[in-house]
């Protein structure tokens, strides 16, 4: 097999030409996913929060790099609980450490609405037996012009329901 040569006219040809005319098109970055998206929304909340009427304090502090989102209820004489934040992959988890011992895991559910974020059960680790009570759903609106959150969550126990709603009211500081 004999190889030719190519002409130096060639190179230098290539050589003037503009370097666009080899760029390949950049793929546009993808839009940030559902559960970002979410992920950022919830974000927001960082700081403390009260409930009118009850002697509840709830706060919200990003930790491990701002990746987890910290909830964390307060109530005088009652133990205090948790909920964790986080994701995984296209994943948002919700894992919840309930003063009753089990630790619900909930999924986010993108919806149409992106001031409207709901959490769906998708296992426990300590619960033994599913008709336990346990955090079955949870949902967050971001839709009041006051900057009042509505925090809403399903309990299920032996296959019934029971929801509950609370209004949260920023009460000062973050907790960063």
Not at 6 to 33: D, H, I, N
Not at 76 to 101: F, I, M, V
Request: proline share 7%; hydrophobic share 35%; net charge negative.
């Amino acid at each position: 097999m004999k190889l030719h040569a190519l002409p130096l006219s060639f190179w230098l040809g290539l050589s003037l030409m503009p370097p666009l005319a080899f760029a390949t098109e950049t793929p546009a970055q993808p839009a940030a996913t559902a559960a970002e998206a979410a992920f950022e929304r919830l974000s927001t909340l960082v700081g403390n929060w009260s409930v009118a009427d009850r002697d509840l304090e709830i706060s919200f502090e990003l930790i491990a790099n701002d990746t987890v989102l910290v909830e964390t209820w307060t109530t005088r004489g009652q133990k205090r609980s948790l909920t964790l934040y986080h994701r995984d992959g296209d994943r948002l988890l919700a894992t919840h450490y309930c003063p009753q011992g089990n630790q619900p895991r909930l999924v986010f559910q993108p919806g149409p609405e992106a001031h409207d974020l709901s959490f769906t059960f998708l296992d426990a680790t300590n619960l033994p037996d599913p008709d336990q009570s346990h955090q079955f759903s949870l949902g967050f609106d971001f839709t009041d012009p006051e900057g009042r959150v509505s925090r809403s969550e399903t309990y299920l126990a032996g296959g019934e329901a029971s929801p509950s709603s609370l209004i949260l009211e920023r009460s000062g500081g973050t907790t960063q």
